[in-house]
């Protein structure tokens, strides 16, 4: 019983977080921890799990269609698994409460995020560092439009991974929102390769988190297991009705959803 209610909770949680992009995580993590009464270390080491899945199936679309920038995200990769080990080793005496906190306030981030109008903003120089790796490519619109783009500011970037490489360590997120930031605003991508090179970076980082949950023994079968079918079968329905959809309604409502739980993991931090 206690694991067919994680499944459906999953479920909710991967749809809701498909439809805006987020992935299930952010979702899961707040319900199991503060409906459930789930440890927070055990549910972020689930949620973990749940992002390798997700985003190996999102990823292998994104790279057919020629979005995601392979030698990018190879070189960005350093930052984040450096990250996610540090983030790894915090956890270890980072106590239950600050993860609350942090947890909190990550997501009154995202939903300040959310609520930001998304554009491109193309670089206009290439970076030395891009120039020497060879990181500027193209993609092809539906359209037929071939777009030529160009990488900026390669070590803050860098920098900016590895600081999503430990939010995803000590919160089990893929922290995507952090990643198509840093590659948006400060690199100058434009968005469609910006989050289809996140995508496929979150698997990566989520995997080295995981494994050094699982090496620390906080990934538990019964929990991790139902959470992370749930959150593929509602990412599923999620990719499903978002062409369905009216988006900006879904990203207001969703904006007020973020906010109360991040309120109430702040409140329960507190304590």
Same mark, same amino acid.
């Given at each position: ?6 499944? &459906? ?6 749809? /809701? ?57 190879? +070189? ?23 993860? &609350?906190? /942090? &947890? ?28 020497? +790796? ?33 939010? !995803?360590? +000590?919160?089990?997120?893929? !922290? ?18 910006? !989050? ?12 080295? !988190? ?47 959803? +973020? ?13």
């Amino acid at each position: 019983m206690y694991s067919i209610l994680l499944f &459906f909770i999953s479920i909710f949680a991967g749809l /809701l977080g498909s439809l805006l992009g987020l992935g299930g995580g952010i979702i899961v993590v707040p319900v199991l921890t503060l409906f459930l009464g789930i440890d927070i270390r055990y549910a972020i080491a689930a949620s973990l799990i749940s992002i390798v899945a997700t985003s190996s199936g999102a990823a292998a679309s994104f790279l057919k269609d020629h979005l995601t920038n392979l030698r990018l995200a190879v +070189l960005l990769e350093v930052g984040t698994v450096c990250g996610a080990i540090v983030g790894f080793l915090l956890a270890k005496s980072v106590n239950s409460s600050f993860l &609350f906190i /942090l &947890f909190g306030g990550f997501l009154f981030f995202s939903a300040v995020m959310m609520l930001r109008k998304k554009e491109d903003h193309r670089a206009e120089f290439d970076h030395p560092w891009s120039q020497k +790796l060879k990181l500027a490519g193209q993609y092809t619109e539906k359209n037929g439009e071939l777009i030529l783009y160009k990488v900026a500011q390669v070590p803050v970037g860098l920098g900016a991974m590895f600081i999503a490489g430990i939010l !995803s360590a +000590l919160l089990g997120i893929g !922290s995507g929102i952090f990643k198509v930031m840093a590659m948006d605003g400060a690199m100058k991508l434009p968005m469609k390769v910006s !989050s289809a090179t996140s995508n496929f970076m979150i698997g990566v980082t989520a995997t080295a !988190s995981a494994g050094a949950y699982f090496l620390r023994g906080d990934i538990r079968p019964e929990i991790a297991c139902p959470v992370s079918v749930g959150i593929i079968v509602g990412s599923y329905f999620g990719a499903r009705l978002m062409p369905k959809m009216p988006a900006a309604i879904i990203r207001k409502i969703f904006v007020v959803v +973020l906010t109360i739980v991040a309120v109430q993991m702040l409140m329960k931090g507190m304590k």
